[in-house]
């Protein structure tokens, strides 16, 4: 059973910048890829960013493209998200997920995520 934890939310203005980590424990950190997902009130959770297991292969979704960045340090059993310019629409709960099994495909889906962790509050405002 994989567990993650991600830290590093919290309340941000506007044009400003956030780091979230996610630290996972239990079983091969390497061999999952890992997802960003983000969710705000009302609306369905959606996929923001994605690593594989390599750490060079990434995706990102449309709306936060340019802005954010994902990286990982397997060593470490830590994920990150860069988020950059950060807007009003930004604010949401951010989850990481990880894909057991499929270590090098970036999937997009919730569905594509074995695993998930609790979740932190962003608050960006305007």
């Known amino acids: 059973q994989v567990q993650l934890v991600e830290s590093g939310g919290g309340l941000v203005q506007a044009g400003g910048s956030l780091r979230l980590s996610c630290t996972a424990s239990?079983?091969?950190?390497?061999?999952?890829?890992l997802g960003w997902f983000r969710q705000a009130p009302g609306q369905e959770r959606e996929f923001v960013a994605g690593?594989?297991?390599?750490?060079?292969?990434?995706k990102y979704a449309d709306s936060v493209k340019g802005r954010f960045t994902t990286s990982r340090d397997n060593a470490k059993k830590t994920v990150y998200l860069q988020m950059n310019t950060l807007k009003s629409e930004d604010t949401a709960v951010y989850y990481c997920?990880?894909?057991?099994?499929?270590?090098?495909?970036?999937?997009?889906?919730?569905?594509?995520?074995?695993?998930w962790g609790q979740g932190t509050q962003v608050t960006v405002s305007s």
């Open positions: 997920a990880a894909t057991v099994g499929r270590a090098a495909w970036v999937g997009v889906r919730r569905v594509d995520y074995n695993y």
């Open positions: 239990r079983g091969t950190f390497s061999s999952y890829a």
């Open positions: 690593i594989a297991w390599n750490g060079f292969d990434t």
